[in-house]
């Protein structure tokens, strides 16, 4: 998994940029490292700090496939692996009784075997992996060890090129200590707001300087309050968009960013929560 192209933390981090991404000092070095001992990465933070986003960058600056695993509740080997297409052997055997029921075309090839079958070398994303249980857990760990499954209807397949692996999570509970170990780890935190204000301008390119720094002050200041759901940084970019469409022009920001708030906070509590201060706020946010 190593990738020689790359040749130091810096190095990476510029390819990110070229991406839209830009990672700060810790992930970069994080990434490199990863990849430079054939180790997972593994990405934990709070959600909207960009760790999926971090994926997809690797991936267009590696120049290689994003195969996602969306983890969730219940999820088994099974939903991640491979499954048979009951119903189409069935109407294959009805036809013709010699039929290879077992063959690639009654195969349903879920995201870990579509990464160990790719001829080439792909990005394996396994997202949000506190949202699974324990027991995938360690199917998991197994399946990380050596890059191959057995199917008992085919037997052993494994990878011709192992993936580079990224798992993500938001810490809603603690992951084992043995998959802990068999990664390099870096926690993302929201971005300090000079970075911040860089990646929103990044990702609007025709937005102003003085209204993409207001929009960071603006979105940490929300950030502070006790809400259910902070905004990330993606919605500080859709609501520096938005707000861009409303204002056209006029120069009454404010009232723009607060017209806008739908797309910065999507939940009716955390509204409720922040509506007596938000003039406020957003006055002092385009004022500084």
Same mark, same amino acid.
């Given at each position: ?13 510029? *390819? ?22 054939? !180790? ?9 700090? +960009? ?15 994003? @195969? ?10 099974? /939903? ?45 994303? @396994?997202?949000? @992996?506190?949202?699974?249980? /324990? ?19 085919? +037997? ?19 992951? /084992? ?17 000079? *970075? ?24 940490? +200041? ?9 905004? #990330? ?7 520096? !968009? ?6 056209? #022009?006029? #120069? ?5 960013? *607060? ?15 922040? *509506?007596? #201060? ?11």
């Amino acid at each position: 998994m190593s990738e020689p192209g790359i040749a130091s933390p810096d190095d990476l981090a510029a *390819r990110l940029a070229r991406e839209l991404y830009l990672a700060g000092e810790e992930l970069a070095t994080a990434s490199f490292l990863a990849l430079k001992l054939g !180790k997972p990465l593994l990405l934990e933070g709070l959600p909207g700090v +960009g760790k999926t986003e971090a994926a997809k960058a690797l991936a267009s600056a590696l120049g290689v496939e994003l @195969i996602r695993l969306q983890c969730y509740e219940g999820i088994d080997a099974g /939903h991640a692996l491979y499954e048979w297409n009951y119903a189409r052997q069935l109407l294959a055997l009805r036809r013709d009784a010699a039929t290879d029921l077992y063959s690639d075309e009654f195969l349903i090839e879920r995201p870990l075997l579509r990464a160990l079958k790719a001829p080439e070398r792909t990005l394996l994303l @396994i997202d949000e @992996i506190d949202r699974a249980d /324990h027991e995938f857990e360690a199917f998991l760990l197994e399946f990380l060890s050596d890059f191959q499954i057995s199917i008992p209807e085919r +037997g052993t397949l494994k990878a011709a090129s192992p993936p580079v692996v990224i798992l993500t999570s938001n810490r809603t509970r603690e992951l /084992h200590e043995a998959l802990r170990r068999r990664c390099v780890y870096s926690w993302i935190a929201y971005p300090e707001p000079e *970075r911040e204000a860089r990646i929103i301008m990044l990702r609007t390119p025709e937005l102003a300087e003085a209204t993409a720094r207001a929009v960071v002050s603006a979105v940490n +200041g929300l950030r502070r309050l006790p809400l259910a759901k902070a905004p #990330g940084i993606s919605e500080a970019v859709d609501w520096a !968009k938005a707000a861009q469409m409303l204002e056209a #022009g006029t #120069g009454r920001w404010p009232e723009a960013f *607060r017209r806008a708030i739908g797309v910065a906070l999507k939940d009716e509590e955390d509204l409720a929560l922040a *509506r007596d #201060g938000l003039d406020e706020l957003l006055t002092k946010a385009c004022a500084s």
